[in-house]
């Protein structure tokens, strides 16, 4: 089961922060596919927040849309997930080498564009812990408005379990 006691709360703000160098440490995608820049806090088993900044500078922006950026909600869903990731492995235990997270399933919905010049804040939380998968939610926000809102699935699996490697 999820812990529920907290650890966390007699660490200062700063001890529950991960900076992006510490973020890679937790995740196995690399640059150009690590969408969020920070943990501003975290409580293993129950919640995590991250910082996504959003700039013009981004090829996805570049491309989505020409006329009017508008960043991609697709984009959106990987922070979620990244998010999710490192929240599951802090309440679980770290990936060995020979694992992979799996996202099985994602819900999402979209209430605002979000454009170059925005910081999104994505609140994590843990919903459930049954066996290997993680069941997590998630709102994403501007300020105080509401741009997303997501419910998702995770698990983790061994490398050799996802058969023969064709590239």
Request: net charge positive; proline share 5%.
């Amino acid at each position: 089961m999820l812990q529920t006691a907290s650890p966390q709360a007699d660490r200062s703000p700063a001890d529950r922060t991960l900076g992006f160098t510490e973020i890679k440490k937790w995740l196995r995608h690399r640059h150009p596919m690590i969408y969020i820049d920070r943990v501003t806090d975290y409580e293993p088993g129950v919640s995590l927040r991250s910082l996504l900044s959003v700039s013009g500078n981004l090829d996805a922006i570049a491309g989505h849309f020409p006329e009017r950026a508008i960043y991609p909600g697709s984009h959106l869903m990987q922070a979620f997930a990244q998010s999710g990731i490192i929240l599951y492995l802090m309440s679980t235990e770290p990936l060995a080498e020979d694992e992979l997270t799996l996202i099985g399933s994602v819900t999402a919905r979209f209430t605002k564009p979000v454009v170059p010049g925005d910081q999104v804040v994505f609140d994590v939380r843990a919903d459930r812990l049954s066996g290997a998968a993680f069941f997590f939610s998630c709102r994403a926000f501007v300020g105080s408005a509401t741009v997303a809102a997501f419910k998702g699935t995770l698990t983790r699996t061994k490398v050799a379990a996802m058969g023969r490697q064709l590239w």
